[in-house]
């Protein structure tokens, strides 16, 4: 599989994960197929969010593979995968600390610079299909004021930065990353315990309204979070916990 072959580049569309879906429903498109674009008009972040990009300044892209050989349970691998090959392109251009915040979103120094919606089809006990949707911050300096704690490549390397120089970087360390999730995921899921934001240090986390003081210490063998809390390991699912009481991690 080669990641970007074919790639499909759109001047404008609506969102890149949705075309990807049509695409998977009504033509075969081969695993490593990407739907690119330079101006995203509705592009979708997690819980419903909305994910806003500036018309050619960031990457908004959607991946397509077919990961028929990942069991269920460790669909959380391709977040490893994902959130590891974003982290390692961005680390490229800066040598500052870039960090994931579980599961899938990329940090610059507390910044949120990268955010990833994962949708897969499952089919029995198969996933027929994955879309691996990427926007990450390139040269963007300025964002709108209800945007929360931003930042870019651009940002943090200080310099302009050749988008299409990140997005080749990007292809190819996701074929590495996607090797390595099939050929050794202890290593990767190492890296990116390694990386997690906020790992090793006292944090308040919300589960709902209720504070919990702990210390994310690892994931569990579903990619679930534990937290070391005074009443001992708790393990955490995707929504069931968020470091603000505005934001549920998903
Ligand atoms: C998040 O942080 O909430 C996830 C944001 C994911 C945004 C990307 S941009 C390309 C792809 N198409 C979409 O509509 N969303 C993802």
Do not use: C
């Not at 050989?69 to 500052?96: D, G, P």
């Not at 929360?148 to 590495?176: C, G, H, M, R, Y």
């Not at 702990?214 to 070391?228: A, H, P, S």
């Amino acid at each position: 599989m080669l990641i970007g072959q074919p790639t499909y580049f759109f001047e404008s569309i609506d969102s890149t994960n949705v075309y990807a879906a049509e695409l998977i429903s009504n033509k075969k498109p081969v695993a490593g197929t990407v739907i690119d674009t330079a101006h995203q008009t509705h592009g979708h972040g997690q819980k419903d969010r909305r994910w806003w990009s500036p018309a050619g300044v960031n990457i908004t892209l959607s991946l397509i593979l077919r990961p028929e050989w990942l069991a269920i349970e460790r669909q959380f691998l391709l977040n490893v995968m994902t959130s590891l090959a974003i982290t390692r392109t961005i680390q490229e251009y800066t040598s500052k600390k870039v960090e994931i915040k579980w599961p899938n979103d990329v940090y610059v120094e507390g910044k949120k610079i990268s955010g990833i919606l994962i949708q897969n089809g499952i089919q029995g006990k198969k996933i027929q299909y994955s879309i691996l949707g990427i926007g990450l911050n390139v040269n963007q300096r300025i964002w709108p004021d209800d945007v929360q704690n931003p930042t870019s490549v651009s940002l943090a390397s200080k310099a302009e930065i050749d988008i299409t120089q990140v997005k080749q970087k990007l292809f190819s360390n996701l074929e590495i990353e996607h090797h390595v999730i099939q050929s050794e995921p202890d290593t990767a899921i190492e890296r990116y315990v390694d990386l997690l934001y906020k790992k090793d240090i006292l944090t308040t986390f919300y589960l709902g309204q209720e504070e919990v003081q702990g210390v994310i210490k690892t994931i569990d063998g579903f990619g679930r979070l534990i937290i070391e809390t005074g009443q001992g390991s708790r393990t955490f699912n995707l929504g069931e916990i968020s470091f603000s009481n505005d934001e549920i991690i998903t």
